[in-house]
C-alpha cells in the first residue's frame, strides 16, 4: 500500500501534470472546434447562408442587388463575430479555471492539511 | 524460445489495485468530489460552518484519487516489441489480467486464472469450446508454459492491440495443444480458422478500448457558408446529417481504397462525379453512406470536400410529385439549383437508371441533367449495375462522359466475414443468440454458392439475417444457416439423414419398381445424386448432366419421373421442357423470360429459380433452335443462364436429363441384328456428330450419353405387371383389385409388342382390354367392394 501511495505521489507530480496540460489543450480545442471558429473566421465577410441578389443591368436593380450583398454580408459578418467572440468567452473562462486547477494541483496535498486546519482556524 | 520472466512490477500492483474497482467509479468519485469541494467551500464562507472545512479536505483527497484512477491506473497499456530477448509478462500481458497470472504457473493454472475473463469467454462461445474441454488437455507442468507463452507473443504480434491478452492466451494454448489439434480437425478448421476468430475478438477489443471520437461534425458554424435547400430537403434525403443525428457508424463496410478513390475523384477539379459501377449487392449504397461519414467527419479529408453533405434523390418522390405539384422539370431544376447554390452538397442517385430512362425509366431527368452538369459546379455520384451503365452508354454517351466510372468489385472471402463480424454483434442483440465463427464461415460458403440474386456481401448478410431466426440452443451454427439456405432456396444443404441415407444407398431398387431394365442409365443418375449428397463434386456444375438417345417409348422419360417420385417426393419436383416448342430463334426470349419471383407467371427459370434442387427434363432435344442449343452449353458448363432481367438463375443443384430419339431407328436396327449396345455406342455417337444433329461441344458437356435399347417382350410383360399395379393402386378406393393370368397377361404382351413404339402402347391396351371390363362388371355390380377380380384370356378377347 505505501509503495502505491508513493508510486501516487511519483505520478502526482510527474506524469499526472503533464496529463494536466494535455487535457486544458483538449478541452480549448474542442471549445475552437464546436464553435467552429477557424471557419468563421475564413469565411467572415462571405453572405448569410449564401443569400445573394442577382444584378440586373439596370442601375437601379444594381444599387438594389449591391445593397442586399452588403446586407447579407452585414448579417453574416455580425452573427460569425458573436459566435467567434462567445468561443473567445469560453476559451478564457476554461483557460482561467484551468489556470486555477494548474496552480492547486501541485498544492493540493497542503491544501487537504490547510482544509483539515480550517476547522480549528 | 525465448525466456519468460515476471515482476511485481509498478505495472502489476497498478492493475491489480483497479480491478478492485468498477468501470465508471472513477468518474462517480470525481462528482462526489467536487459536491464536497463546493459544498464545504459554499458552507465555509458563507455559513461560516468551520467543520465544513473537513468536506473541502476530503473532496481534494477524492479528486485527486479520481484522477489517478481515470488517467494512470486505468490506461495502463501493455508495451510490445518484437525484437525483445526475453519475454517479460509484467509488460506484455494485457491490463485486465496482468496481476492473476505469472511465471510460476503451469498452463492449466493460467487457463483457471483467465477463465472470467470476456475475451476468453469469447473465444469459447464463437468455436462452442467448453472450457473443460480445454482444461482437461492442459499440461500441469510449468515447463509446459514456455511454449504457451512464445505463442501467445507471437499471436500477440499479430493482432491490433498488440497484447497477450486473455484471448491471445486461450488461443495459444488451443494450438500448443495436440489434442486441440485433433477437436480442430473434426471440426473442420485449421489455425487460420482460429486466429480469426482472435482477430473478430480483438477488433471488438479495440474498439472498447479506443472508442470513435464524434464528437465534433464540423462545429455549429459548419454550415453558415452554404446556402439554404429547401426543394431538395422535400424531395431527398440528407444521409450526412442522418448519420450526425443518429450516430451512426459505417466502419464495418472495410473498402478503405475504394472509397480514398472516391475522395481523389470528387476532388478533382472538372469532372468531379462518379459513376459507382457493381452488381447489385456489391456495396455501392453503403459505400456512399461511408464516404459521407467521412466527409461530414471531416478527418482526413481535404479543404474543398471536407464537411460536404451527401443528399440522396428519391425517385419514387419525384415521380409521385410530378403533375400534382410542378413539371418534373421545375422540381428536377429546383434541385439542382439548390444543390449548386448550396455549394456543400453532393447529389446522389442510387439505382440511377431509374433517373436516366435508361432502365424502367421512372423519370428521365437525363436532358436537365446533361447541361446542368456541363456548366455549373454540383457534384453527382450515381450507382449502376454494369448492364445499365453500359446502356447508358450506348443510350446518352454525353451523359456518360461527364461521369468518371468506379468499379465496385463484390467483396472477397476475408472482407465478408469481416463485415458480418461487426453485423453479427448488432444481430445477437435483436435475437439473444450467439453467433458462432463456423456459422460466418458456412454464412459466406453457402451465399457464395446458393445465392445468385445478389453479390457479396449483401447475399451474406440476407442469410445471416435470415439464420437468426434458426437457433439452436441460443447459437447460431453453421446448421442454422444451413436450415436457413435450405428455407431460401429449397435445396438440400444440411447433411443426409439417416433416412436419406438409406435410401440414397437403395436408389436404384427404388426407381426399378417403376422403371424395368435400363440399368446404366438408372445407375448414372443414382451416383450422380449420391455425389451431390456426398458432396463430391465439383458444385460449379449442374449435380449430373445426361443425354439419353434411345427410341420412344424405352424409359428416357419415365427414368426422370421415377427419380421425380421416388427420390424427390414427386414427380412434381422435375421442371420438364418439351423441345420441340422451341424450334425458332425467337423462342430464346420465352427460355429465359424474367425469373425474378416478383414477376407474374411461371417462366421456366422462375421455377428452377423457386426449386433449384430438382431435375430438369429437356425432352427431344435434337428439336430445339441452334441458339437454344448455346443456351444449353453455358447451363451445362457454368450452371448458370441469365434472363432477360438480368437475373442469374443457378442450375448447379439440378440434375439435367436431356432426351433425343436421334437415330433411334439405327439403335434398334443394330439390337435386332444382335450387336450389344456397348459395341456401337461410340460409333453411334460419332454418326451422330458427323450428320450434325448433335455438335461435339455439346456431347462433350455432358457428363454421360446413355443409349436405351428397345424392350424385348420379357421386359414388356414386366412392364405390364407394372401398369396393372398402377391400376390397382387407383382400384384401392373402390375396395376393389385385379389379377390377370399368365394367358391373359401373354395375350396383352402380343397386342402391345410394337418395336417402333415401345411400351407406350401397351398402356393402350391394358385401359382399353382392362380397365373397360372392370369399370363394366363395377357398373353391372358383379364386381362389389373387398371383392378379387382375375381375368383370364377369354374375358379379355371378348372385349
Redesign the interface.
Known sequence: ML??FF??IT??YG??FT?LFIKVGFYIK?IW?????T??IR?MF?P????TTDTNKSLQGMGRAMVDNMVSRLV?FV??LL?ILSAVVCVVFIGVVSLIFIICWPL?PI??????????? | MKPITYSNS?RV??AR?VSYFQDGFAKVIIIIAWILIVA?VCA?LFANI??A??F??VG??G??FG??LK??LSDNPATYNKDISEIALDSLVSNDIVFLINDKQSPRQILSAILDSWQALFIFKRYQLVPAQLTTTLSDELVASQAVWNRAFLIAGQTPVKEISAGVLVVAMILENPKMAEWLGSHGMDIQDIIGGLMWEESLWQRVLKPKDR??Y???????????TPVLDQYGQNISLAIVEGNLDFSSVKRGHVLEQMLVNLNKQGRSNLAMVGEVGVGKTALVYSLAEKLIDGKGVLGNLKYRQVVQIDSGMLSAAIGQQASLEAIFNGILNDAS???NIILYFDEAQLFFGSGSGEVDVASILLPALQSSNISLIASFTLDDWHKLNTVNPSLASLFVRVDIEPSDRDQTISILQDISINLEKKTNAIVTFKALQATYDLSERYLHNKAMPAKAIDLLSDSMNYPIEHYITEESVAKATEMITNTKVNQASAEEKVQLMNLEGLIHKRMINQSRAVQVVSDALRRSRAGVRNTNRPVGSFLFLGPTGVGKTELAKSLAATYFENENSMNRLDMSEYQSNGDVARLLASASKEDVGSSFLQKINQNPFSIVLLDEIEKAHPDILNLLLQMLDEGILTDTAGHKVSFKEAIIICTSNAGANEIRAQITAGKNLEDFEDEFINRLIDQNIFRAELINRFDELVLFRPLTKEELLQVANLIIGSVNEELQGKKVSITLTPAALAHLVELGYDPRLGARPMRRVISRLVENVVAKRLLSGELKPGSQLTLDINDLQGV
Open positions: 509503495m502505491l508510486e501516487f505520478w502526482w506524469r499526472g496529463e474542442t472546434r464546436k464553435f467552429s471558429v471557419a468563421l469565411t462571405d448569410w447562408r449564401r443569400i453574416g452573427v460569425r459566435t493540493a491544501l487537504v492539511i490547510l482544509s483539515v486546519a480550517g476547522i480549528f482556524l | 509498478t500492483r497498478k489495485f464545504g465555509y468551520k467543520p472545512s473537513l473541502v479536505g481534494i483527497v479528486l485527486m484522477f489517478w488517467w494512470d464528437s465534433q464540423g462545429g455549429i458554424g459548419r454550415d453558415w457558408s452554404a446556402g439554404f447554390r448550396a455549394g
